[in-house]
């Protein structure tokens, strides 16, 4: 009994710090892999790394889609923003000889005031008659590309963009963009964190809730609406400007009705209710193009049937995985 005492007493005077924290290394642990998963296209070959810029722009764009969701809303033409984003910044350029940065700036600023315009019309419809009009929008926008071939070049698209250049310093390499493409996703995956937290993002989700509630006590369910609307599209926009200066090439076809379905597909594969959602929809969905670029059709048989399977066996997506395990802990 004396040594059992000796030994409580010896373990009771053990500082804190040195006891074991399960719960410290499950958090530090995923954020450790995390690092290494980004790290890793530097290390890995161009086409790892070509791969890995188009997850960090797929992230930015769906997580504009995220925001719209999480309002009550579903975009069925997210490709839109992302196509007038693309123009804008090319043809600022161009036309007026804007620089990169200029270019950009506008690009955003337009699709901000078309999508506080169009939102203001169209937020007040619900449910399938908003996912129709979004898609005739943008259809309408392609087919109005394709039209105005003497400014955007029709089918044949416009080649020879510029890479990317701020401050002297030009992103023309795929290791530099890929470090910007990486810190933008990053941060955008912060921002829709950090927007939820807030009292303006809770007051997204109470509208996403219970619409007729949210009136009830004083919330505006189309300015919420519409907040989130411009914001989710100037974020898809940016993902736009980022993506021709990566690629060096925009043509209509682009942006066609497959872009809005595959934005659609990595964020309910992802998981709509995850602020990580986006991000795991975009790192599973991204590649298969690219790797299954000789088999179209089974491109989309792929999508088909893992959706059908998420729906099914994961209705929260893959990001619900870890929520799982920890509940199951």
Known sequence: MASDAISSTAAAAVPAAAKPRPRRLLLVLPLAALAALAAWPWLAGPFVLHLAILVCLNVLIVNGLAIIDRAGQLSFGHSAPVAIGAYAAVLGAQAWGLGPLASALLALGLVALVSLALGWVILRLRGVYFV??????????????????????????????????????????????????????????????????????????????????????????????????????????????LTVRYIGFVSPESFATTASVAFITMLVIGGRGSVYGPLAGALVLTPLPELFRGAVQTQHVFYGAALILILRFLPGGIASLAQRRGASR
């Open 132 to 241: 129709l009009v979004t898609f005739a929008f943008a259809e309408l926008v392609r087919l109005a590309l394709l039209d105005a071939a003497a400014f955007t070049g029709g089918a044949s698209g416009i080649a020879g963009i510029p890479p990317l250049a701020m401050g002297g310093f030009a992103f023309d390499s795929r290791e530099r963009f890929y470090a910007l493409a990486l810190a933008v996703a990053l941060l955008s995956v912060a921002g829709l964190a950090l927007l939820l937290r807030r009292p303006l993002g809770r007051a997204m989700l109470a509208v996403a809730a219970n619409p007729a509630l949210a009136e009830s006590v004083g919330l505006s369910v189309l300015r919420l609406q519409l907040v989130a609307y411009v914001i989710g599209s100037t974020l898809a926009a940016l993902g736009g400007v």
